[in-house]
């Protein structure tokens, strides 16, 4: 009798036959275990979608160096308007210095959308300029540009109006995105708006080629700033380069984990309770304590793998969603991860079924087989 279920096919059929005769609890491991893999993904997604594309919309503005006042964050959102805007001048005089642009960096408090004053000449500059999908550059102190995703997300043509940090721009021009900002307004405006006259939040430098001797020269002029070279600070745009990410991460991996070990704990523990008869029956049939253990983690391996594969392919769909309600929000899914989070989903729910089915090869079988 033994023999009988030593076969892989008799095993699978085993695992797939009980799992099918407790459908609601099977199926709620099914959901726990999934809900741990959307959670895992769509975390780290988030943060690294967010990383990733704030990296690339500053490269796209066409500078190569970042001059911010000390100790400034690499979060843009989080700039103050503290330096001098003279100093643009004396940076633009640099011998290895082609385009310089002051910029203001208003951020919205409850989205973090950022919203930058700019020189609209010397900001164009830097680049190949802006590509304009219709409308025209701001002429006027409440004029605004947009750029497509924002337009796309409020539904903005060339005349809406909007309000930003409480003041009503009517949108001149819709541009591609990729220019660093959402929302592009004048320099004074933004002045005005955080009460900076004369003062901006950094300057982005396009050097003549030499990008670190241009830098070097900027830090001889002015050694209390930060002067960052764009290749620099796009390779900080990782969550494994920001330390203050690192525990917001680690603590929602932990937590999908225990979501699961707790569920898969207390079905497999019930499970084992409901089965007492049936293990008893298997070890006087001849069952050892190690095939009750194989057979019990074997069942739970399998609702795992159901759990991982609904998981990642809700994580697929919830994406795919996002990218057309929410165009602005960007979820980056990475091979990596998507592995990651199946290995910590079969390691929660292995966890979690270890000691039911110790528990379970450890009953006697004439105790067992009495059990009601």
Do not use: C
């Amino acid at each position: 009798m033994n023999e009988t279920f030593d076969g892989p096919f008799s095993l699978v059929q085993m695992f797939i036959g009980s799992i099918l005769a407790r459908p609601l609890r099977s199926a709620l491991s099914v959901v726990a275990i999934a809900i741990q893999v959307i959670l895992v993904l769509m975390i780290v997604g988030l943060t690294s979608g967010m990383l990733s594309e704030w990296g690339k919309r500053a490269e796209g503005v066409g500078a190569d160096i970042l001059v911010q006042p000390p100790n400034a964050s690499i979060f843009f959102a989080f700039s103050s308007a503290v330096m001098q805007e003279s100093a643009g001048e004396q940076i633009a005089a640099l011998p290895g210095v082609d385009e310089v642009a002051p910029t203001v960096i208003l951020t919205e408090p409850k989205s973090l959308m950022l919203i930058y004053g700019i020189d609209y000449q010397r900001f164009n500059a830097l680049s190949r300029g802006f590509l304009y999908r219709a409308g025209r550059p701001f002429a006027a102190p409440d004029e605004a540009i947009a750029d497509d995703i924002m337009a796309q997300q409020r539904h903005l043509k060339v005349g809406s109006q909007v309000t930003l940090l409480n003041h009503n721009f009517t949108i001149s021009g819709i541009v591609a995105h990729g220019k660093g900002a959402r929302f592009f307004v004048p320099l004074r405006t933004a002045q005005e708006i955080t009460g900076a006259e004369q003062r901006v939040s950094m300057f982005y430098v396009r050097s003549k080629g030499d990008t670190e001797g241009t830098r070097a020269q900027i830090l001889k002029l002015m050694p209390q700033t930060s002067v960052r070279s764009l290749s620099e600070y796009v390779s900080l745009m990782t969550s494994s380069n920001l330390p203050q990410l690192k525990p917001f991460t680690r603590t929602m991996v932990w937590l999908g984990i225990v979501i699961s070990f707790l569920v898969v704990l207390l079905n497999m523990h019930t499970m084992v309770m409901e089965r007492t008869r049936e293990v008893g029956i298997l070890k006087a049939l001849g069952f050892t304590r190690f095939a009750v253990v194989r057979m019990l983690l074997g069942e739970t391996m399998v609702v795992a793998l159901i759990g991982t594969i609904v998981g990642i392919l809700l994580t697929f769909v919830t994406q795919a969603i996002l990218k057309q309600t929410s165009p602005g929000l960007t979820v980056l899914i990475t091979p990596s991860w998507v592995f990651s989070a199946v290995g910590l989903a079969l390691a929660g729910a292995a966890a979690g079924a270890l000691y039911p089915a110790l528990r379970a090869a450890s009953y006697d079988p004439v105790v067992a087989l009495a059990y009601e």
